[in-house]
């Protein structure tokens, strides 16, 4: 039913009077004409929208709060101008996201960096540009980051980032960070005796401000981060019962998931945030600690369902009692989730929105792996080349993961804004294939 789909879609989607989906508006299959395809379309009216239910979720924290995205989800300098004119901060993970972000000019204090491996050029880099948190996550990254900091003679904001091992249920094992075989982060012993060693150290320029959190991305149950944030809590009861430290920010990461298919259950923010706030609140009041600001970094939830992939059918298999394979133009080189977490997507024809869906197709992108099918079973028209499938809920881990395999041109991305629609990423072209290569 192309309603259950259309529900996906970015809030102001409908369709016109040709039966094409239109965005705020805007026909999707006339900017397919214009643009080309693969084409990513952002309605920046629902990132806002988002924003506004995270702010209006975090209001009900009787401390202080701070909301970043996690730009990993996707990232462009248009995506930070945005994220800045709404004050929002940004969790980064590498030098190269700094750069992306200073380029679209967001405050360097409202960046944390995030990484498993910091390399000494990121910290650099972090330092440099006066990033508002790092996020340690190893003895070795401490060390490096104590003696970088003392050369420079420049202080250095740290948060540690705990692994508390608590599973979350995520669709895939890939997507789980906070139990106790994960690269990332200390694990609570670990956690409690560097930080005692820091906090000894009363001239060290490391200054630890907070602990952080993130146990996995796409679930659906907030409860296992509650019971984290509690283990969280008595490691800064032990620090400021042994160690006088004084606990001022706690970061819970992000991971709360987003509806994909007409089958997922709705993923309201408010109740994942509220269920943070109380076990944050309960739980200070039972030790006893004065209340952190609560940081949250969510990166899917903000970004995914303002995003449409749109694509051009080229063709269709059928292989009688098997399958029926209808093949687009962009795929594995533009989506890598369905090949990499069996992500699972739902789509439809852009410029037949209303037709009936007699036939269930695979959806196969047009690269030299088997494993690029970005929908296994979808129900659609009977599909023919030039029509436009369109993808929703493509907003986020779909171009930051995009690769240029079968030397793909990554695709253009449109953000469309009220009556504007903006080009805020060029396709790449030929040119851009070559230009690292060296004769
Ligand atoms: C440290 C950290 N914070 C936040 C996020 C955002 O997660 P999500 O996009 O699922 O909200 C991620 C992504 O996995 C992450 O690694």
């Known amino acids: 039913m192309t309603s259950n789909k259309l529900a996906l879609f970015p809030s102001s989607t409908a369709v016109n009077h040709q039966n094409h989906v239109t965005i705020n508006g805007h026909d999707v299959v ?13 309605d920046v009216e629902t990132i806002h929208q988002q924003i506004t239910s995270y702010r209006q979720a975090l209001a009900n ?10 730009s990993k989800a996707f990232l462009c300098t248009a995506l930070v101008q945005l994220m800045s004119s709404e004050e929002v901060g940004l969790d980064v993970a590498s030098a190269g996201e700094i750069f992306i972000a200073r380029q679209g000019g967001a405050d360097p204090a409202s960046l944390h960096l995030h990484g498993n491996n910091k390399t000494s050029f990121d910290l650099k880099e972090a330092l440099q540009a006066g990033v508002g948190r790092i996020v340690v996550d190893n003895i070795h990254e401490l060390d490096r980051l104590a003696e970088m900091a003392a050369e420079r003679n420049q202080s250095a904001n740290i948060w540690l980032r705990i692994t508390p091992d608590v599973a979350v249920e995520t669709v895939h094992a890939y997507t789980v960070t906070g139990t106790a075989d994960s690269k ?34 796409h679930f659906h149950d907030a409860s ?5 944030l509690g283990r969280l809590l008595d490691l800064a009861t032990k620090l400021r019962d042994e160690a006088n430290w004084s606990f001022s920010e706690l970061c819970a990461g992000g991971g709360w998931g987003v ?55 080229g063709g269709r298999k059928v292989i009688p009692g098997v399958r029926t394979y209808v093949s687009v133009d962009g795929g594995l080189a533009d989506n890598p989730r369905p090949a990499l977490y069996e992500a699972k997507y739902t789509a439809l024809l852009a410029n037949r929105a209303t037709e009936p869906e ?50 793909a041109l990554k695709p253009a991305v449109i953000f469309i804004e ?12 030929f040119e851009d294939l070559v230009r690292r290569d060296v004769l």
Do not use: W
Request: proline share 8%; with cysteine.
């Open 30 to 42: 006339e900017l397919t004409q214009q643009f080309g395809t693969p084409l990513y379309v952002y």
């Open 61 to 70: 924290y009787s401390g202080s709060t701070q909301l970043t995205y996690a």
């Open 184 to 217: 990332f982060g200390f694990p609570l012993d670990q956690a409690e005796a560097v930080a005692q060693k820091l906090l000894a150290d009363k001239n060290s320029l490391v200054k630890l401000k907070g602990l952080h959190l993130h146990l996995g991305s």
């Open 224 to 228: 296992p981060v509650a019971r984290a």
């Open 259 to 313: 509806r994909y298919h007409p089958d997922d259950p709705p993923m309201p923010i408010e109740p994942f945030v509220s269920g943070l706030i109380t076990a944050v609140e309960q739980g200070c009041r039972k030790r006893d600690l004065s209340l952190p600001q609560l940081i949250l970094e969510p990166g899917r939830s903000l970004v995914a369902q303002a995003g449409v992939a749109l694509y051009t059918v």
């Open 358 to 407: 007699p036939e269930t197709v695979a959806i196969a992108g047009p690269f030299c792996e088997s494993g690029d099918i970005l929908i296994q079973a979808v129900d659609l028209p009977v599909a023919c080349p030039g029509d436009i499938v369109a993808v929703p809920v493509a907003g986020a881990y779909q171009l930051s993961m995009s690769s240029n395999y079968n030397a």
């Open 418 to 429: 009220g009556s504007e629609i903006k080009l805020v990423q060029r396709r790449e072209t």
